[in-house]
């Protein structure tokens, strides 16, 4: 339990004020709501502040000189002043939910008390006047605040049927915040009713949580309740999923270490989440053992199925299947610099130190005590890598001192896929011997691509 502070006072800035004070002076109410008055009330520094006003959207338009009409249709306004961008909302009481996704019709209303009654948690439910300095908290939200207790506004049955988003808001906040779930709030938790939400929201709210300090007690207690299952299958089917000798966990715990133990940024902390997680669809059991051939490769389309489902970007998407993909590297502390170039230009140098994290990640959730030796090789390799890559060496076609131009004059070629193949050929020789990546010496060498018999310079381009 913690002390509530009260002086929010402290935390609004100016801006924020002079807009309140705008509104006010026009004859309108104005308040703080929402995520800036929980976090301050919390000690935080919000990032973001919401108004609430009685005033309709067209006035906020015309009260303001720079304003984005972000959410006219339900009543959002941004008005951008002295370099900070504030959402100013009109009241609201919200129509019926018919789908459990959107409200079927948004009325605008004159009271704060209405407005806070369309809230999801008592948490995210006070207002604040900053002129006045007085709170409106008509369902205890600072005493739950206190107590760090999550619970819905309301009967959460009915909130969770009006808009099953907020079930995953609900876990969400759990995460972030580190507050307990209030018991009647979680009991109706109804996982089906997720599908009525689209991809877009549940993929805001799964990323966030997933950016808490510790997201796995988090998503343990969702997976207890179903919706692990409803959102994320193939996590959840890590449940049971046993390693051998190696692994203290079952799959699911595994990941969910892995989780935890990742820096927290999106791309790493979801590659963690999925390393494993075609295990369960490639397990065997044979008399050396227990088996997972080939999940890096099944993993990486597991990845971009999950991620494209959700409708990540593209970018995320290949960046997190990448990682997957190459979990598994085979290279360690005693590897030939060779090899390591190798390594290097397979997987691209931006991702070098990321794998090596999601490395760092997996040891970590094998539950074991490494041993001090483990670690100094995991550092050695890592020292290592930047050390590789921080030197002239090449690791791609376009680092070479040669160009396709070349190519095509040297060896009288048109341009098309036989000048790529010389200058793949020209880097494999380069990445076994840095010294090469000499104009001159490239040229003189190019001479001799074409009596490399085929079956060499196949097997010359196979990694390691
Ligand atoms: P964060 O700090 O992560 O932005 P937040 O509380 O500001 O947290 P937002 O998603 O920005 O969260 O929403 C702002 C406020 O709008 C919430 O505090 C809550 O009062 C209300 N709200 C948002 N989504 C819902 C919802 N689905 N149902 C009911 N109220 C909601
Ligand atoms: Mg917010």
Redesign the pocket.
Same mark, same amino acid.
């Given at each position: 339990m913690f002390r509530v502070s009260h002086d929010i006072q402290e935390h609004i800035p100016q801006a924020v004020r002079a807009i309140c004070d705008t509104l006010k002076d026009n004859g309108y109410q104005a308040y703080l709501? *929402? *995520?800036?008055v929980?976090?301050s009330l919390r000690g935080e520094a919000?990032?973001?502040w919401?108004v609430a006003t009685d005033a309709l959207p067209t006035t906020v338009l015309s009260l303001f000189p720079k304003t984005i009409p972000t959410g006219i249709k339900y009543g959002t306004v941004t008005v951008m002043l002295r370099g900070i961008a504030v959402e100013v909302t009109t009241f609201r009481s919200d129509g019926i939910y018919r789908d459990a996704r959107h409200p079927e019709d948004v009325s605008f209303s004159t009271s704060i008390a209405e407005d806070l009654q369309?809230?999801? %948690?008592t948490i995210?439910?006070i207002a604040y006047d900053p002129e006045a300095r007085k709170f409106i908290d008509p369902f205890g939200g600072r005493r739950d605040l206190g107590r760090r207790l999550l619970r819905t506004v309301g009967d959460p049955q009915e909130?969770f049927a009006?808009?099953a988003?907020?079930m995953l808001?609900f876990f969400? %906040?759990m995460a972030?915040l580190r507050f307990r779930p209030h018991r009647r709030t979680l009991a109706a938790i109804d996982p089906p009713r997720i599908r009525n939400v689209s991809s877009e929201r549940i993929r805001d709210e799964l990323s966030?949580l997933l950016l808490a300090k510790l997201p796995s007690k988090t998503l343990l207690t969702m997976h207890e309740t179903g919706l692990l299952q409803e959102i994320l299958p193939e996590v959840a089917q890590g449940d049971g999923i046993t390693q051998g000798s190696f692994h203290r966990f079952d799959v699911l715990h595994h990941s969910l270490q892995a989780l935890d133990s990742a820096l927290p940024r999106l791309q790493l902390r979801w590659a963690a989440l999925l390393h494993d997680a075609a295990k369960p669809m490639t397990r065997i059991e044979d008399a050396d053992g227990i088996h997972f051939y080939g999940h890096d490769v099944e993993g990486e389309k597991l990845t971009r199925a999950i991620l494209t489902r959700l409708r990540y970007s593209r970018e995320l998407t290949e960046k997190v299947a990448l990682l997957v993909r190459w979990h598994m590297f085979p290279i360690h502390s005693r590897s030939t610099d060779k090899a390591l170039r190798r390594f290097i230009r397979k997987v691209g140098k931006e991702n070098v130190l990321d794998l090596m994290e999601i490395r760092r990640a997996d040891i970590l959730a094998l539950g074991r005590q490494a041993t001090w030796a483990g670690w100094t090789h995991w550092e050695t390799l890592r020292e290592r890598l930047v050390e590789v890559m921080d030197s002239d060496a090449t690791f791609a076609v376009s680092d070479l001192a040669v160009s396709g131009h070349d190519v095509m004059a040297a060896l009288d070629l048109p341009p098309g896929p036989a000048v790529g193949a010389v200058l793949e050929w020209l880097l494999e020789k380069v990445l076994d011997d840095p010294q090469l990546n000499q104009r001159t010496r490239l040229l003189k060498l190019m001479q001799s691509y074409e009596k490399t018999p085929l079956v060499q310079k196949r097997q010359e381009n196979t990694y390691q």
């Open positions: 709501v *929402g *995520g800036a929980r976090d919000p990032e973001d919401d369309r809230r999801d %948690f995210n439910a909130r009006e808009d988003l907020r808001r969400r %906040f972030t966030k």
